[in-house]
């Protein structure tokens, strides 16, 4: 059974910056693409970015700009590196692999 483990949220300030980290186990890693998505209490579950096997990136437009995500398949790892984060960045953050599988989630709170 595949395992995607998150890790990285927290608390934030507005204009901070976090890096998440998703890290997969049991599976081929390296010719998949990998996602972050994101769900805000009350809201839909949205795309924030993915990554491809290639590293072509893809990223919703409110994040454009400001989150970058990568990839190291040595480590079967993917990163999101969010600065600039604003109030409606905040939400529970999960991480995807070849759009089947979902890690639990890593909560990021932006509060002053």
């Known amino acids: 059974q595949v395992q995607l483990v998150e890790s990285g949220g927290g608390l934030v300030q507005p204009g901070g910056s976090l890096r998440l980290s998703c890290t997969a186990s049991?599976?081929?890693?390296?010719?998949?693409?990998m996602g972050w998505y994101r769900q805000a209490t009350g809201k839909q579950r949205e795309l924030v970015a993915t990554?491809?096997?290639?590293?072509?990136?893809n990223y919703a437009d409110s994040v454009k700009g400001r989150f970058t995500i990568s990839r190291d398949n040595a480590k079967k790892t993917i990163y999101l590196q969010m600065n600039s984060l604003k109030y409606e960045d905040a939400a529970v953050y999960y991480c995807?692999?070849?759009?089947?599988?979902w890690g639990q989630g890593t909560q990021v709170t932006v509060s002053s």
């Open positions: 049991r599976t081929i890693f390296s010719i998949y693409t």
């Open positions: 990554i491809t096997s290639g590293g072509r990136t």
């Open positions: 995807n692999l070849d759009s089947q599988f």
